[in-house]
């Protein structure tokens, strides 16, 4: 059992492959902020050597852009970093150009597509009220 918890929440009227690609995005970003949360290297019967994972399981809900606008409101009440994926960053080809269309959203304009976070297990339970668990 861990005393932390991770949860990705969606918007849920993503298509597949963008449910996919956000929460790549948003485990890479968990794993920049909480190094701690990368194990050690798995090797296979044959000494193939493959990358760490993280330790820990994460849980993928689903909400809808009312949710997600409301978690992220207890996110920023509680200042909390998360990592953070809003629509128009699937038009840009790289991270330059991500962030600079971040930048240009404030929270109350921005179209959220998902969140992603890891603290204390009770802090996410509250935080991510009201998201159910991705079908």
């Known amino acids: 059992m861990f005393d932390t918890k991770i949860a990705i929440v969606l918007r ?42 993280s330790i820990q399981p994460m849980v993928v809900l689903a909400a809808d852009q009312a949710l997600l606008r409301t978690i992220q409101t207890r996110l920023i009440d509680r200042a909390l970093t998360a990592a953070a994926y809003i629509e128009e960053m699937f038009s840009t080809g790289h991270d330059a150009d991500n962030r600079a269309v971040f930048a240009q959203f404030s929270p ?16 996410v339970d509250k935080i991510m009220k009201g998201a159910r668990m991705h079908p």
């Open 12 to 53: 849920e009227d993503l298509a597949m492959w963008q449910k996919l690609n956000v929460t790549g995005f948003l485990v890479s970003g968990l794993a920049a902020t909480h190094p701690e949360i990368i194990g050690e290297a798995y090797r296979d019967a044959a000494g193939h050597v493959y990358s760490p994972m």
């Open 108 to 123: 109350e304009t921005a179209k959220l597509v998902g969140l992603g976070l890891r603290a204390e297990r009770k802090i």
